[in-house]
């Protein structure tokens, strides 16, 4: 069975950073792209980025390009995004998923709730 | 960047009935890379139709998928209570996805 199992909640101040993780399980990891996917309180989906974590080739949405990193370590099969500086604005849920054939999103994570708050 | 506007924003409808839900891209998309979601609260989002018209594993054929070029339609044929909930679009074309903004398929 695929799974992806994503990390936590976290609480954090302006300013912290963070990393948040995806283990992915029941399927080659490094045979599939991971996406990250934000969505804000109230609000839909947004595409973050994408990597593959057999050579960690990484594509970012111009939206989110310098805002955040993602990362892979296949011998954990974990992917993880990243920041170094939250902002109040990062308040959201994000969402890991594996990318199909057709470039479909087929297997979602559960979601890790990030809130930024001082 | 290819933007995806989805109408209705908010569809009102009764269980039973047929429910149409429309995708417009801002310029032409492969239907080859054509998905749309199904979002519950609390829940992540599931795949329902992958390239503009393939059920995803376990999705009833009520559900259906259509649309090439521009303009991509999902249809539920009959709706069933645990239908109601909020749909997405997504699309993927040179390097980028993007998603549309939803639309709410909300009980009459």
């Known amino acids: 069975e695929v799974q992806l199992v994503q990390s936590g909640a976290e609480v954090k101040k302006p300013g912290e950073s963070l990393k948040i993780s995806c283990k992915g399980s029941?399927?080659?990891?490094?045979?599939?792209?991971i996406g990250w996917v934000r969505q804000m309180p109230g609000k839909g989906l947004e595409w973050m980025g994408i990597?593959?974590?057999?050579?960690?080739?990484?594509r970012y949405s111009p939206s989110f390009q310098g805002q955040v990193t993602i990362s892979a370590d296949k011998s954990i099969s974990t992917a993880y995004l990243q920041w170094s500086s939250l902002k109040a604005s990062d308040t959201a849920m994000y969402y890991c998923?594996?990318?199909?054939?057709?470039?479909?999103?087929?297997?979602w994570g559960q979601g890790t709730l990030v809130t930024v708050s001082s | 960047e290819i933007v995806l506007t989805q109408s209705p924003g908010t569809l009102s409808l009764s269980p039973g009935e047929r429910a149409t839900l429309s995708c417009r891209a801002s310029?032409?998309?492969?239907?080859?890379?054509l998905a749309w979601y199904q979002q519950k609260p609390g829940q992540a989002p599931r795949l329902l139709i992958f390239?503009?018209?393939s059920r995803a594993t376990g999705i009833p054929d009520r559900f259906s998928g259509s649309g090439s070029g521009t303009d991509f339609t999902l249809t539920i044929s009959r709706l069933e209570p645990e239908d109601f909930a909020v749909y997405y679009c997504?699309?993927?074309?040179?390097?980028?996805?993007?998603f549309g903004q939803g639309t709410k398929l909300e009980i009459k």
């Open positions: 997504q699309q993927y074309g040179s390097s980028w996805y993007s």
């Open positions: 990597i593959y974590p057999g050579d960690s080739d990484t």
């Open positions: 029941g399927y080659s990891f490094t045979s599939y792209w």
């Open positions: 390239g503009a018209s």
């Open positions: 998923a594996r990318r199909g054939g057709s470039r479909e999103f087929d297997y």
């Open positions: 310029q032409s998309v492969s239907s080859t890379y």
